[in-house]
């Protein structure tokens, strides 16, 4: 009785406010609105996936946004560049009861190229799932999947193929969570009934639920940590009480555990109706942007491309930038695309950027280079930002992202240096760095960063913090001499300079499938030895039978060898 009085509630509260809501802003034809009775909305969502699902690499982007109530029978398939979003106040407000699913796009059920696609802000109850009321989600890379309110149970994978990666955030699962064949996931601020499943590296960030166990044992790889330190959870568009269309901006939390919309709770923060917003759509230059910016309003990007001829400045304290449907920004430039002023309370949330024909030194700079101020009252956040160098096209950059303004705060990164598709190759898409830390006390939660030519990550900034990482070192090096580092052979997946005194990690992954023979990896962590500096719970792994990472951390852990030994090594912690 409970359960049909809640769905009473919210299905009379969704109808309430749809009656209400006018017309839509005007959001572009790659932004498709719907409520539960919208004719022929089942075969448009088809269409859409149709078109999405093999477009591994191209220009086509599309936002999902679904209108408060109930939707009967609804199956959502989500392909490549699509986003599915409820409109709701709360998750609840949208109730899909039918299905959600990410299906594996490579053969023999392999979703371990199931990039870029996300659904945030509904509930669901997955009727049509894959049987025992379970919706499967296999997925690997930049998938946000966040604000959502899973009424039943959810896999991660496909069958017995593989996934490589995931985040939730401010979710709830009513009943089990089965990572199954996932190599490694991460969570934050969420809770369920039970999860199952181990592999590589699962990370547990202020979640209700979390599984017994303790990394590095197999099948028990799992690193727990209680409470979020310091994290403002993502705007997310929504129809209003008066029937208007706003974006709702959280306030930041401390010491966090659980989801924010606990008990029906309208998540604290503030609300921006869309007239605040300049509404971006493809076709809009640089320089038309940044006139909004300086005259105070802040950027809704509605989903395409966006070729830029000059760099995006954020320069207003307390801007909002948000992206929907993994709008796509790029320069040939040689232009950085964002940069940042060193104010209080920026958000940049749901932007993909993708590096150009020229080097523009970095893609994404977050303060400048002297940036001196502190912002622990109210800090620069960045969400689910990703970042792409080759794969569209042959690109280049020096370094993805820089950070150097103080107290920033990353929920949730993929920064990736492409290893397949077009323009791929050692000299054909180089890049140095996947990210660079200048600024002090910087928190990162599920930073994922791959494939980059020198050190993954460079940390230089004291009193950093991760909670997770996931790294695959570069697959072709096309010699040892050509990949050597001051310090031995190869770059360190993740290096922390020798003047840190103050950083701390948790959940580190590193894995090598180096492509040509007689190339290795001396170590996969690379830290000072100050007693400031802690490292726990890492795992290397060789995924094919050619070179090896010799060590965990500097000369400490096993070797992870594909021939004559382990391919997996594990070190609990450091020192």
């Known amino acids: 009785m409970h359960g049909k009085r809640v769905t009473m509630g919210v299905l009379a509260a969704g109808l309430a406010m749809s009656a209400l809501a006018g017309g839509a802003p005007d959001f572009g034809p790659n932004v498709h609105i719907f409520d539960p009775s919208t004719p022929g909305m089942q075969q ?18 599309d936002a999902i946004l679904l209108k408060p109530g109930i939707y009967q029978d609804l199956r959502l398939p989500v392909g490549f560049y699509t986003q599915v979003l409820g409109l709701g106040a709360r998750p609840d407000d949208v109730h899909v009861i039918g299905d959600l699913r990410s299906t594996a796009f490579l053969d023999s059920d392999n979703a371990t190229q199931n990039f870029w696609r996300g659904a945030e802000n509904f509930a669901i109850t997955p009727t049509l799932g894959i049987g025992d009321n379970t919706m499967q989600w296999a997925v690997s890379q930049a998938i946000p999947f966040r604000r959502m309110h899973v009424r039943g149970n959810i ?22 969570v089965n990572s199954a064949t996932q190599q490694q996931w991460i969570s934050r601020n969420s809770q369920w009934s039970s999860w199952t499943g181990s592999n590589w590296n699962m990370v547990f960030v202020g979640v209700q639920g979390e599984p017994a166990g303790e990394f590095p044992t197999p099948g028990q790889r799992y690193t727990k940590v209680a ?20 974006v709702r901006v959280p306030a930041l939390k401390r010491d966090s555990a659980g989801i924010s919309w606990a008990k029906g709770a309208f998540t604290p923060g503030k609300t921006l109706t869309i007239d605040k917003f300049f509404i971006a759509r493809p076709g809009d ?25 000059e760099t995006l400045r954020i320069r207003r304290a307390g801007t909002v930038v948000l992206g929907i449907g993994f709008p796509t920004l790029r320069s040939d430039k040689g232009q950085p695309l964002v940069k940042t002023a060193d104010v209080d309370g920026l958000t940049v949330s749901g932007l993909f950027l993708d590096a150009g024909k020229q080097d523009s030194g970095v893609l994404m700079e977050v303060g400048p280079a002297a940036a001196k101020k502190r912002h622990q009252a109210d800090p620069i956040v960045l969400h689910d930002l990703f970042f792409r160098i080759g794969g569209a096209a042959a690109g280049r950059v020096d370094t993805a992202l820089r950070i150097n303004a103080h107290d920033t705060v990353v929920d949730h ?12 190759g050692w000299t054909s898409n180089p890049s140095a760095h996947g990210l660079w830390v200048n600024g002090e006390d910087v928190t990162i939660y599920g930073l994922f ?19 997770f990482y996931q790294s695959e070192i570069p697959y072709d090096p096309p010699t040892q001499s050509q990949w050597t580092s001051a310090t031995g052979r190869g770059h360190a997946a993740y290096k922390v300079a020798d003047t840190v005194t103050r950083h701390e990690a948790w959940g580190l992954g590193a894995y090598s499938v180096f492509l040509k023979p007689d190339v290795v990896l001396d170590r996969a962590f690379e830290v000072p030895q100050v007693p400031g500096v802690r490292l726990h719970h890492m795992i290397t792994v060789c995924l094919v039978d050619k070179g090896s990472i010799e060590h965990v951390v500097n000369d400490q852990g096993d070797a992870a060898r594909c021939k004559g030994g382990s391919n997996t090594a594990t070190l609990k912690d450091y020192p």
């Open 44 to 61: 448009r969502i088809d269409e859409i996936y149709a078109a999405q699902q093999p477009n591994h690499f191209g220009p086509r982007r």
């Open 155 to 176: 896999r991660l994978n496909q069958n017995k193929g593989w996934a490589s990666g995931g985040w939730f955030s401010d979710v709830l699962v009513d009943g089990q």
């Open 227 to 246: 409470q979020v330190p310091v994290v403002r959870e993502k705007p997310w568009l929504f129809i209003d009480a008066k029937g208007g269309y706003a």
């Open 285 to 309: 230059t640089a320089a038309k942007l940044n006139a909004q910016l300086a005259a105070g309003k802040h950027l809704l990007f509605t989903p395409g491309e966006y070729l830029l001829t």
């Open 413 to 424: 990164t993929w920064i990736w240096r492409a290893d397949h598709g077009e323009g791929v």
């Open 449 to 467: 960063v791959e494939h980059f030519q020198k050190e993954q990550v460079v940390w230089q900034g004291n009193g950093g913090r991760v909670y």
